[in-house]
């Protein structure tokens, strides 16, 4: 049973719309990230947080932004979408070190902007 | 600086045949390995950890050793099955200092029945 849940799993969209995908964990884990995944498989950091009110950019630009208002809650916001937006995102938590538990992520979401 | 090399895919394997997928890493201290695996449509899930040299982690057959010496943590499984098909990722949790994980590029198996 997933504890990370993101919302929605497949979204078809149109060009220069305002998008918000969701990220909800029920963990209480301070530290959540999201990643844009290529085609390719690999895995980019876009976004991160380690606690509330507090986010930061990942290693890959993106025109998104976050928010993290709530522990358990930490959505990604397009303001305008575009083709190249086009991509599967991917929520995760984490409880940090010196756990090192690792991260759990959710299902994802699959965005197509045409 | 942090770095995780993963063998490039695709591999193709028949059923029950022995599967190794390399990773080495390079890290400064004591970094804790992870493979996740990631099935078609879906996020990835933890498959194994290890969190101090010379672990063996384990899980659903597959294992992997964390070795210090040449800085590996290569996946093995006894006998692949079909459902063992899917994208593999090794990743390294640094010592200190960041809680970002330095994910592989991912390598995809591919399992023939």
């Known amino acids: 049973e997933a504890d990370i849940y993101q919302t929605p799993r497949y979204l078809v969209i149109g060009t220069g719309k305002k998008i918000t995908l969701e990220c909800s964990q029920t963990?209480?884990?301070?530290?959540m990230y999201w990643y844009q995944q290529d085609p390719g498989m690999e895995l980019h950091l876009i976004h991160y947080s380690y606690g509330v009110n507090s986010t930061e950019k990942g290693d890959l630009s993106s025109e998104s932004t976050v928010s993290r208002i709530r522990t358990e809650h930490f959505p990604l916001t397009l303001e305008s979408a575009r083709p190249s937006h086009t991509s599967q995102y991917l929520c995760a938590s984490s409880a940090g070190q010196p756990l090192g538990g690792g991260y759990t992520f959710g299902s994802g979401t699959r965005l197509t902007v045409v | 600086g942090n770095s995780v090399t993963q063998m490039e895919g695709p591999v193709t394997l028949s059923e029950e045949a022995f599967l190794t997928i390399n990773c080495t890493y390079t890290a400064t201290g004591y970094p804790s390995l992870f493979w996740y695996v990631q099935y078609p449509g879906e996020g990835l899930q933890l498959l194994l950890k290890a969190t101090k040299a010379d672990d063996k982690g384990s899980n659903k057959g597959f294992e992997a050793t964390y070795r210090k010496e040449t800085t590996s943590f290569h996946l093995e499984k006894g006998s692949v099955q079909v459902s063992d098909s899917a994208v593999y990722f090794c990743a390294l949790s640094p010592t200190s200092g960041t809680y970002k994980y330095i994910f592989g590029t991912g390598t995809r198996l591919k399992v023939l029945a």
């Open positions: 963990m209480g884990h301070d530290k």
